[in-house]
């Protein structure tokens, strides 16, 4: 301040040197750039972008997880019933040999089993035409009977003969039936193995295997505790890797055991799911949810918006762009959601995306 003065001084009295005025020129600017308000600190505000959704009351149900690997409804290995000529037939809704995977009706030949000298010993037509000639016979006995042209003995005598040409002609249709090897049920082939068309096989040869899975099967083991929970017809949830989370799946509990195991401390039950849209495969393993609680008008929230602490779980809810940490106790929960018992209410904007970075009075901007 003092050289300050100093060199006013002499500017004033015309003996300072340029160095003192160029000083003093560099001393008024500072003092002037110091004044200038325009230059003082600005404080930027940092919004964090968050998702919010307003708590309406909603339904939330618990459940009983259990895994498992299903299998199907109905199956059935076919096997030949004697040996000949190997031929596979054609599906008439591909127009080509039948396949692997190819829908099937019950009754639908699949293979046939050639064997020319086999089917001229069974005599089906000669058998048919002397059932044909028994039943003529016996109706005609039978009206002379009526009118006292022969006695009961020739009556029953006609009738033994019909009842002998019936058998003989139905045991010969039995045995030509085992020539083909039909579909037992509606169903999908699963197992074809591979045998060359008019090559011979021998009886006892394995020829397809099918099965029927709208509805799949599976075996479960519970902890005793879970029987009071457990009923008959009891919905039950599937869950898969391979299946989107918008293709729900549903079953029910189909058979209970009423004993428990004395070495594992579980009860047998068995799922029965239904597979209509195919989307579960027998032998894959899945997690069944089986429904043993439900709540309506109860505050319920996203599993993910939770945040466990060593001193409990927080969320983040929204109120006039602060975002405000609440400690909540929850209750039941499910595969997605969680029940909230206390800590928020009603209409509480919840943080639902967002909420990793925020901290307790953090400002926020709400983005769609």
């Known amino acids: 301040m003092k050289t300050t003065l100093h060199i006013m001084n002499k500017l004033k009295k015309g003996t300072a040197s340029p160095s003192g005025r160029n000083m003093l020129s560099l001393l008024v600017l500072i003092g002037i750039c110091s004044c200038n308000p325009d230059n003082s600190d600005i404080k930027t505000e940092i919004k964090i972008p968050v998702s919010v959704v307003s708590i309406k009351p909603q339904s939330i149900s618990r459940f009983i997880e259990t895994t498992g690997t299903v299998y199907s409804f109905k199956e059935g290995v076919l096997k030949s019933e004697l040996g000949g000529i190997y031929n596979?037939?054609?599906?008439?809704?591909?127009g080509r040999p039948f396949a692997l995977g190819d829908a099937v009706k019950a009754g639908q030949v699949v293979i046939r089993i050639e064997d020319r000298e086999f089917q001229n010993n069974l005599q089906v037509e000669s058998k048919k035409l002397n059932l044909e000639l028994a039943d003529n016979n016996l109706k005609k006995q039978q009206?002379?009977?009526?009118?006292?042209?022969?006695?009961l003995t020739e009556l029953k005598k006609s009738s033994m003969d019909h009842v002998t040409a019936r058998y003989a002609y139905e045991n010969a249709e039995i045995q030509q039936a085992k020539m083909s090897v039909k579909a037992p049920f509606d169903g999908v082939i699963?197992?074809?193995p591979y045998h060359t068309d008019g090559v011979r096989v021998d009886q006892g040869q394995t020829m397809l295997k099918v099965m029927q899975y709208d509805k799949l099967l599976m075996d479960v083991k519970l902890p005793e505790?879970?029987?009071?929970?457990?009923?008959?017809?009891?919905?039950?949830?599937?869950?898969?890797?391979?299946?989107?989370?918008?293709?729900?799946?549903?079953?029910?509990i189909s058979q209970i055991s009423p004993v428990i195991n004395a070495d594992t401390r579980t009860f047998q039950s068995v799922l029965q799911i239904d597979n209509g849209k195919k989307l579960l495969r027998p032998g894959m393993f899945i997690k069944a949810f089986i429904l043993s609680e439900k709540r309506e008008g109860t505050i319920v929230i996203p599993k993910e918006t939770v945040i466990s602490r060593q001193d409990g779980k927080v969320v983040f809810t929204v109120e006039n762009g602060i975002a405000t940490e609440k400690k909540i106790t929850?209750?039941?929960?499910?595969?997605?959601?969680?029940?909230?018992?206390?800590?928020?209410?009603?209409?509480?904007?919840l943080v639902v995306s967002g909420f990793e970075t925020l901290r307790n009075k953090s400002k926020v901007s709400i983005i769609q």
């Open 88 to 94: 596979l037939q054609r599906n008439p809704a591909t």
């Open 143 to 151: 009206s002379l009977y009526d009118k006292g042209g022969v006695t």
């Open 190 to 192: 699963v197992e074809l």
């Open 225 to 252: 505790k879970h029987l009071p929970e457990v009923t008959m017809d009891q919905t039950v949830q599937i869950a898969n890797y391979n299946v989107a989370k918008k293709d729900t799946i549903y079953g029910k």
């Open 330 to 349: 929850t209750g039941l929960e499910s595969i997605d959601v969680v029940e909230v018992v206390s800590g928020l209410k009603v209409n509480d904007r």
